[in-house]
Nanobody, 122 residues
Framework: QVQLVESGGGTAQPGGSLRLSCLAS????????IGWFRQAPGKEREGVSC???????YYADSVKGRFTVSRDNAKNTVYLQMESLKPEDTAVYYC????????????????WGQGTQVTVSS
């Protein structure tokens, strides 16, 4: 059974940091592109970042320079390190998997986690 489970969400102050984890089970994450997405209340789900099986990474302009995606294939886990957080980063964050080419378009992804809430507030 393919499953993705996010963790690490919580509340941070503006300028703070959080690290999200995406643990995969039922498949070997190393063969797939893993993406991070977020959805704020009343807004569409948007792509944040992704990491290809070859470790190449991609970021939305809104997070470039602040967020870093990485993967640990031995742990079957992908991480999203978020720095210099802003109130507009507040959202539910999801990880998802897809085959083949990298993309941060959520329509291209097959399996999704349940999401973890990130709130940035003073």
């Amino acid at each position: 059974q393919v499953q993705l489970v996010e963790s690490g969400g919580g509340t941070a102050q503006p300028g703070g940091s959080l690290r999200l984890s995406c643990l995969a089970s039922g498949f070997a994450l190393e063969y797939y592109t893993i993406g991070w997405f977020r959805q704020a209340p009343g807004k569409e789900r948007e792509g944040v970042s992704c990491i290809h099986r070859n470790f190449s990474t991609y970021y939305a302009d809104s997070v470039k320079g602040r967020f870093t995606v990485s993967r640990d294939n031995a742990k079957n886990t992908v991480y999203l390190q978020m720095e210099s957080l802003k109130p507009e980063d507040t959202a539910v964050y999801y990880c998802a998997s897809k085959s083949f080419s990298p993309s941060i378009d959520p329509r291209h992804y097959d399996y999704w986690g349940q999401g973890t809430q990130v709130t940035v507030s003073s």
